[in-house]
């Protein structure tokens, strides 16, 4: 494994951090208040030019409900080698979080994006299959990435971005042009194909996807919540078709 400077390791989890807040969509002075530190304070973490206390790292992980090794060296190097590849495969917005020298683990499309929606660790990450998937159709079989992630128990989750996406594509498409409006189109009647013979689960199936749903209660708040397509494929999740919207836009004019 490689053995990371403090620096490095400072900047991979002051985007962590930074990436937290966004999804949460907290502000800058929320978290410094919590954490008992300036603004400008943590501006300057977040940019990599300063460290977070033990004390702050666990009222962090206390706060989000976050796995206790969220910011060990284990996870941060899977969750970056992630980000890198499907930076690599098109989310061009997640460019921004690699790390100088980083690479991937030599993960192809179909094992980046199953990666992505099993591991579930940023929302940023999961939405960003949505560019991934239309800037590779065609380079993959959507029947085998559908076996793939019935063998390892997330078929409807896999249908559920699926589906995501292929709305996002279909709200997109008419204000694309240059070369991503062909593969918008290939992708789009790729997806649509492999969707047409893809029913939901059956009615009572539930696949709880965000990592801070840890008690009923949270459950509960999220079911009552989240979007159609959510509902459809049994996903207990925050995250909506605007999230895969927005990184579509992103990874196209960011390639452009």
């Known amino acids: 494994m490689k053995n990371y400077s403090l620096p490095e390791l400072r900047l991979i989890i002051a985007d962590k951090v930074r990436a937290l807040r966004r999804e949460r969509q907290w502000t800058q002075a929320r978290l410094a208040g919590l954490l008992g530190i300036s603004q400008n304070r943590l501006s300057e973490i977040e940019r990599g030019g300063g460290s977070f206390t033990a004390?702050?790292?666990?009222?962090?992980?206390?706060?989000?409900?976050?796995?206790?090794?969220?910011?060990?060296?284990v996870?941060?190097?899977?969750?970056e080698e992630l980000q890198n590849t499907l930076a690599r495969f098109g989310a061009a917005d997640l460019r921004e979080n690699v790390l100088p020298g980083g690479v991937g683990r030599g993960l192809n499309a179909d094992e980046a994006v199953l990666e992505a929606l099993i591991a579930a660790d940023s929302p940023r990450q999961v939405?960003?299959?949505?560019?991934?998937?239309?800037a590779q159709a065609g380079?993959?079989?959507?029947?085998?990435l559908r076996l793939r992630a019935a063998e390892a128990g997330y078929e409807a989750r896999l249908g559920w971005a699926l589906d995501n996406v292929l709305a996002a594509i279909r709200e997109e498409l008419p204000s694309v042009s240059g070369p991503w409006r062909s593969r918008y189109r290939r992708a789009l009647l790729l997806i649509s194909s492999a969707l047409a013979a893809w029913p939901p689960p059956k009615e009572g199936a539930e696949?709880?996807?965000?990592?801070?749903?840890?008690?009923?209660?949270?459950?509960?708040?999220?079911?009552?919540e989240r979007s159609p397509l959510a509902r459809k494929w049994g996903v207990v999740t925050r995250i909506t078709l605007e999230d895969f919207r927005k990184a579509l836009i992103r990874g196209a004019r960011g390639n452009y």
């Open 127 to 134: 939405a960003a299959i949505a560019p991934v998937l239309v």
């Open 139 to 144: 380079k993959f079989s959507l029947g085998r």
């Open 75 to 79: 996870h941060v190097k899977a969750f």
């Open 207 to 224: 696949d709880i996807l965000d990592h801070d749903i840890l008690s009923e209660e949270s459950a509960e708040e999220v079911r009552a």
């Open 55 to 73: 004390e702050q790292l666990l009222l962090l992980i206390s706060t989000f409900n976050l796995q206790f090794d969220y910011f060990s060296a």
